[in-house]
């Protein structure tokens, strides 16, 4: 197994993998080949798994890598499996046969021999990961094929070559989950759910590819213990109020271990955190000195006083969104999949959104439509429960 938690062997169509959130190993069927060839069997064939699930699109997409067979290999697999199946077919049959001991014998010989061909040249043969990564969000998407080597088992080959290339993490410092949550940037406004964040790295390319979601939880764990956490990770909250426009339950540098995928924790921008924070830093009565605040050596106050500090006035946010956008004719379920995951699915993963998508659709036909294709848009139309829709004639 390496470290897969599992691995689907020759799946007879995309509807044989299931679409979750954990890191597993698609072995491609005989009838897929590689080749270093653009557009190769075995790369059609993962593409169709990476993007569909039956007749739905699939979500989880940065779960899966391919391993696939060489193309000129397969030759010499095959010609060692029919030897071996003529072989067992012999032995089968010998009374039918009317087979001699000696006969028997030199049976049994030859087919545990040509059992033992076939068992080698599989881990030669399979000798392919194909793997779908992603630059950017903007950038499409590229397989990168990798050549196995070694004499582990395939799956222990084939995450040994993933995690030296980090294509597949099974372990991710708090830090570096930072630097993704700045860069992309994956904040909704000045915080993301943790079961947000647990998606986000299942769904995107362009994001770590982790064993599973342990991994990152155990990252967002340590990053909530740092005593450096307001320059290197991130806070904490239970919730936010929209209406008092603060958090709950908010802290920095504890140590806690209270998190699944499901948790309905925060993680926190840390400069919001830490202004929070100490905003809401308890003021002693006056006559008593004030705690220094951290790197500080005097208090404030030589004369003991102090005064509550401002809590800073949060920015309005903006409410509501619109956009359009026109899409390609001859590849509209492509771009609007793209649109489902790289903007609908932001908004739609906030807090009480309301996301209403409308698709409107223009054509001119300077040469007029027949009265065939006027009946079957405008019967399909109906079908479809479109709200406006007709032909014009000027």
Same mark, same amino acid.
């Given at each position: 197994?390496?470290?897969?938690?599992?691995?689907?062997?020759?799946?007879?169509?995309?509807?044989?993998?299931?679409?979750?959130?954990?890191?597993?190993?698609?072995?491609?069927?005989?009838?897929?080949?590689?080749?270093?060839?653009?557009?190769?069997?075995?790369?059609?064939?993962?593409?169709?798994?990476?993007?569909?699930?039956?007749?739905?699109?699939?979500?989880?997409?940065?779960?899966?890598?391919?391993?696939?067979?060489?193309?000129?290999?397969?030759?010499?697999?095959?010609?060692?499996?029919?030897?071996?199946?003529?072989?067992?077919?012999?032995?089968?049959?010998?009374?039918?046969?009317?087979?001699?001991?000696?006969?028997?014998?030199?049976?049994?010989?030859?087919?545990?021999?040509?059992?033992?061909?076939?068992?080698?040249?599989?881990?030669?043969?399979?000798?392919?990961?194909?793997?779908?990564?992603?630059?950017?969000?903007?950038?499409?998407?590229?397989?990168?094929?990798?050549?196995?080597?070694?004499?582990?088992?395939?799956?222990?080959?084939?995450?040994?070559?993933?995690?030296?290339?980090?294509?597949?993490?099974?372990?991710?410092?708090?830090?570096?989950?930072?630097?993704?949550?700045?860069?992309?940037?994956?904040?909704?406004?000045?915080?993301?759910?943790? +079961?947000?964040?647990? !998606?986000?790295? @299942?769904?995107?390319?362009? *994001?770590?590819?982790? $064993?599973? =979601?342990?991994? %990152?939880?155990?990252?967002?764990?340590?990053?909530?213990?740092?005593?450096?956490?307001?320059?290197?990770?991130?806070?904490?909250?239970?919730?936010?109020?929209?209406?008092?426009?603060?958090?709950?339950?908010?802290?920095?540098?504890?140590?806690?271990?209270?998190?699944?995928?499901?948790?309905?924790?925060?993680?926190?921008?840390?400069?919001?955190?830490?202004?929070?924070?100490?905003?809401?830093?308890?003021?002693?009565?006056?006559?008593?000195?004030?705690?220094?605040?951290?790197?500080?050596?005097?208090?404030?106050?030589?004369?003991?006083?102090?005064?509550?500090?401002?809590?800073?006035?949060?920015?309005?946010?903006?409410?509501?969104?619109?956009?359009?956008?026109?899409?390609?004719?001859?590849?509209?379920?492509?771009?609007?999949? +793209?649109?489902?995951? !790289?903007?609908? @699915?932001?908004?739609?993963? *906030?807090?009480?959104? $309301?996301? =209403?998508?409308? %698709?409107?659709?223009?054509?001119?036909?300077?040469?007029?439509?027949?009265?065939?294709?006027?009946?079957?848009?405008?019967?399909?139309?109906?079908?479809?429960?479109?709200?406006?829709?007709?032909?014009?004639?000027?």
């Amino acid at each position: 197994m390496g470290d897969f938690n599992r691995i689907h062997p020759m799946p007879q169509s995309d509807a044989d993998v299931p679409d979750d959130m954990d890191t597993r190993l698609v072995v491609l069927g005989i009838n897929f080949p590689f080749t270093k060839e653009e557009g190769s069997a075995a790369q059609v064939a993962a593409k169709a798994i990476l993007d569909s699930l039956g007749n739905s699109p699939r979500l989880y997409r940065n779960s899966l890598v391919f391993l696939a067979s060489d193309g000129p290999r397969l030759k010499d697999l095959d010609e060692a499996a029919r030897k071996y199946l003529a072989w067992a077919s012999i032995l089968a049959d010998k009374v039918q046969l009317n087979l001699t001991p000696f006969q028997v014998t030199q049976a049994e010989t030859q087919t545990i021999a040509a059992d033992g061909t076939v068992s080698a040249q599989i881990p030669e043969t399979y000798q392919w990961l194909l793997v779908p990564v992603q630059g950017t969000p903007q950038s499409t998407i590229s397989w990168e094929s990798l050549r196995l080597s070694g004499s582990d088992a395939l799956a222990v080959r084939a995450s040994k070559k993933l995690k030296t290339d980090e294509h597949f993490l099974t372990s991710f410092g708090s830090t570096r989950l930072r630097m993704e949550l700045d860069k992309i940037p994956l904040w909704r406004g000045n915080h993301v759910p943790i +079961k947000q964040l647990v !998606e986000d790295f @299942a769904r995107y390319l362009y *994001l770590p590819r982790l $064993k599973d =979601t342990s991994v %990152l939880l155990d990252s967002i764990r340590d990053g909530f213990g740092l005593m450096t956490w307001r320059q290197d990770s991130f806070g904490y909250a239970e919730s936010f109020d929209e209406l008092a426009m603060r958090y709950r339950g908010l802290r920095g540098g504890d140590q806690f271990s209270v998190i699944d995928a499901h948790s309905t924790g925060l993680v926190v921008n840390p400069e919001v955190a830490f202004n929070q924070l100490e905003a809401e830093r308890v003021v002693p009565p006056i006559g008593e000195p004030i705690p220094p605040a951290s790197g500080e050596t005097e208090p404030p106050d030589a004369t003991g006083g102090g005064t509550q500090p401002e809590i800073p006035v949060a920015p309005v946010k903006p409410k509501r969104f619109h956009g359009s956008v026109v899409l390609d004719t001859a590849r509209v379920g492509r771009d609007a999949s +793209k649109i489902a995951d !790289e903007v609908i @699915a932001h908004l739609s993963g *906030l807090v009480g959104a $309301k996301v =209403t998508v409308t %698709l409107e659709i223009s054509a001119e036909v300077p040469s007029g439509v027949t009265d065939q294709v006027v009946r079957t848009v405008t019967e399909n139309s109906r079908t479809l429960k479109f709200t406006d829709q007709g032909f014009e004639r000027e």
